[in-house]
């Protein structure tokens, strides 16, 4: 599942094995995936909200989170990612790091938040009950992009309900 999907880019990118491929978007507007793509696998594009993803709980292998929680009101974006993630579900988010350039980010880019620090991101994955276990910064230009990767719990969720009950 790509949430944020827009273009549908990340899931022509990253579906290329997956039976079956979702992007959710807040827009009506967005594009569809290539149709290349859309020939190999089962591909839907659904307009939801990422605060309540239209999808089960625990129903998704993997969830990729592409330059969309900078827009994010603080707190709320990883609701959605956590619930619909399964158990041993992966979690890909591509996002800014931490930086300065306020003026502009938030004033010509409509930016709600100015990049993430690696604590903030592992606290935010760590609610979700992910794990992460790889962190890369891509360095250049005026802006550092990081990729951090992780895994949820390998116990469901209704399990781990009971437990703590």
């Not at 909200?49 to 592409?66: F, G």
């Not at 935010?124 to 949820?152: C, M, P, Y």
Request: aromatic share 6%; proline share 2%.
């Amino acid at each position: 599942m790509d949430v944020g999907t827009g273009t549908g880019r990340m899931i022509e990118l990253f579906g290329r094995g997956a039976d079956q491929a979702i992007g959710i978007d807040r827009s009506s507007k967005c594009s569809s995936p290539a149709s290349s793509w859309r020939r190999r696998t089962t591909s839907s594009l659904r307009q939801g909200d990422m605060y309540a993803l239209p999808l089960a709980d625990e129903s998704a292998d993997t969830i990729i989170i592409h330059q969309v929680l900078h827009y994010a009101l603080a707190g709320r974006g990883d609701r959605g990612a956590a619930r619909v993630l399964a158990p041993r579900g992966r979690l890909l988010v591509v996002d800014f790091a931490a930086r300065q350039r306020e003026e502009t980010l938030r004033a010509s880019d409509a930016h709600i938040r100015l990049g993430f620090d690696d604590e903030s991101m592992a606290a935010w994955f760590r609610a979700g009950g992910v794990t992460i276990d790889h962190v890369e910064n891509l360095e250049g230009g005026q802006l550092t992009v990081t990729l951090w990767r992780g895994s949820k719990a390998s116990v469901p969720q209704s399990e781990r309900r009971r437990a703590a009950a």
